[in-house]
């Protein structure tokens, strides 16, 4: 049984193999070879918290895993993180515990940013170079890097905006000393129209740009919206967009950001990213499309980063 | 943060602290001061397998709990327990993490056990003495240890039966070496029509006797149905008891021990336990009356006894 904290994790951590890992996960999900339970939700107002409990199997692998998610926002004010939890892994064939990992909240930070740059990459065109990331947390980080790190092979060029602009600096200084060729965004707008990939990670519940804005062959992925109520693309840009993708579609299209697309359009319908990463489903056909994808995040990536984890721990300990 | 084994964990224990604390727990309980999340249920039928994860919070309290229960029930071939699993607590306030204990499903079969135990003391006519417990099991066991120190007055007697004689035998030899004084029953039905209060422990899905047999004045607790399809008493007897009570009234409508009669008479009735225990609804009115409690188990008994083994961990650090 290995019960690992955060820097044992972020040190097990191989991000290709996650990649990998992950990118089987999102096939699976789509091939609905993934198993998921309901979702457990408790919330404690008056402390301005909440929980979450997600748990899955992957068909024929070795490990169920229980993810455990609080945010408790007053928490800041006392010198506490926000963000609380763990991922348990137990065995699928005996229910022994395989693992506790006291991740902090890291490796779903970390999962949902590997999601975003594998869908990214697979929607983008070719020559895609310029990236406008919206947000400035510590989501709009990891998007970059993760980014960065499977595209090596384009020069990309980062533009970072944030409603709060010094925040938007630090994030800006931060990706630059991790070698990243970063820019401060001041007017939203030009930068939207400017961009050939699009990345929103902020918990927006209105558009964040006006519709008509982007241009033809742009890449948008939207990481933010997750629940009901939260929007961070105009209606009509969802709704026009030659191809929309997203993880899990009854997710996307009720409570991610295609429920005021689908409200708006009852017909809508949205392909899911396992089924164009396996390639069962054609992605973009042309230069001129607009592409959007919307990720609400899926048990099967928590699965996959964790049993990325324990197999690392496994091979260091052998 | 505790992180506890099972022994760490059954050093700690304290029976009548636990008992107080989960009397406390079915009161709020059936009073609605208790949040439970959507029950998580993961299948794993190549394995024989499954995982349920219970969660919920106790209005007013510390913490929060997590129960993760898993039976694999070809584990014995390969020499391991059936049951695995911890109970998780947090805090309600920040969400930081505060016990792990790997109890290895000894706090369940406790709880379960003192619920029991309380029902029973609570129903039954205050001379009753002559106990029946139905099933050679764990929680056979723990019921009758469980009875026996919450009514150290009483010179109580037990009859035990099993479908499994030699099981029956083997709880009865370790019972009397306890300190109880054990008979091992031969004659179900004989017994059920001597008994002054019955406990029925097992997993059948029918009856386990004929309607008729129970006496007049009888007390009987039944803790084996919990699912739909599982059955332990006669309908009739159910359907014309003097009083019935139960964990919470939904559950065992539903799927608990009081389905099949429910399924006889749409009216039928539960009182909830919390209830009687509170003094809000009267128990028994009359030596004549025969009562019938119906346990299915419920997350505010876990998080009751992961709260007493925390304070307890944390009385003796201090």
Redesign the interface.
Known sequence: MF?LNKSQITNLFEFHEAVERIRHAYIASAEGNV?T????????PD?N?D?H?K???IEGTAS?V?K?A???YN?PS?G?PT????M?A?S??????LA?L?DEGWLTDMRTAIGGALATRALARADATRVLIVGAGIQARLQATCLAQLMPERALEFHIWGRNASAAKVAATELNDLGLTVQIASNLDAEVGAADIIVTTTTATAPLFADGLVRNGTHVTAIGADSPGKQELPTDLVGSASLRVCDMARQSLEHGEFQSSKRADASLEAVELGHILSGARTGRTSDDDITVVDLTGIAAQDIAITQAIIDAAASTNA
Do not use: K, P
């Open positions: 019960d198993q339970a309901n979702v457990g939700h408790l919330g404690f402390a918290g929980c409990i748990s899955g199997h169920y229980i455990i609080s945010g408790f928490n006392v506490l963000s609380n939890g763990m348990l137990f699928a064939q005996t229910g022994e515990t506790i006291r």
